[in-house]
């Protein structure tokens, strides 16, 4: 929807500009873009591994492009930028994504299974693949770079047993948040 003057000095004003910035019009649908709103200011904060890319336009400046890079250089999320050829716009990649070893790490990245032998039984028996592979799938949550500590494994007991992962990740902002995964007997995502 348009926007004018008197949509935003009128009663409505913050409802007739969120609905400006939350829509797109049907034919830009295709790309899929999620948009971040909050009424806070000052720096958001995520998981790395919640950002995968950025595109940045045909027309942003070098400048631009270079301190994106850099902001993002040492985290897992890959930069493209656009180029107008004719009518066609491409993307290039400019900074690739970087493996989670490769990145700066915020949290510690602590998995301690040894500590949890209690459950281990449990877990073989609920399991439908080798308690090694559940060994394996913990390293590597353990590998992403905000995480701080695998706290604890279990499964589950109610009408669907599932496999909780109790986690905590650390923002760069320093606040530590929870985060539980829930497997199913074959280690997929529930």
């Known amino acids: 929807p348009s926007l004018t003057f008197s949509d935003i000095a009128g009663q409505c004003g913050e409802e007739a500009v969120l609905a400006r910035i939350t829509r797109k019009r049907s034919e830009w649908a295709h790309e899929k873009e999620w948009r971040y709103l909050t009424g806070e200011v000052g720096p958001k904060h995520y998981l790395d591994n919640a950002l995968k890319r950025v595109f940045l336009g045909a027309k942003a400046k070098p400048e631009h492009a270079e301190r994106v890079c850099d902001i993002l250089d040492q985290r897992p999320t890959e930069v493209l930028q656009g180029k107008i050829n004719g009518y066609e716009l491409n993307f290039r990649t400019i900074k690739p994504a970087r493996e989670y070893e490769e990145c700066e790490r915020v949290g510690q990245g602590k998995f301690e299974p040894e500590n949890h032998t209690y459950v281990r039984k449990g877990l073989e028996q609920f399991l439908e693949v080798p308690y090694e592979t559940f060994l394996d799938k913990c390293q590597q949550i353990a590998k992403q770079p905000n995480l701080e500590e695998i706290c604890d494994f279990d499964v589950s007991v ?4 599932k496999l909780f992962l109790q986690t905590t990740f650390k923002f760069r902002g320093g606040r530590g948040v929870y985060h539980k995964y829930y497997f199913d ?6």
Do not use: G, H, V
């Not at 007997?185 to 529930?190: D, F, R, V």
């Open 158 to 161: 109610n009408d669907t047993s």
């Open 185 to 190: 007997k074959k280690l997929n995502l529930a």
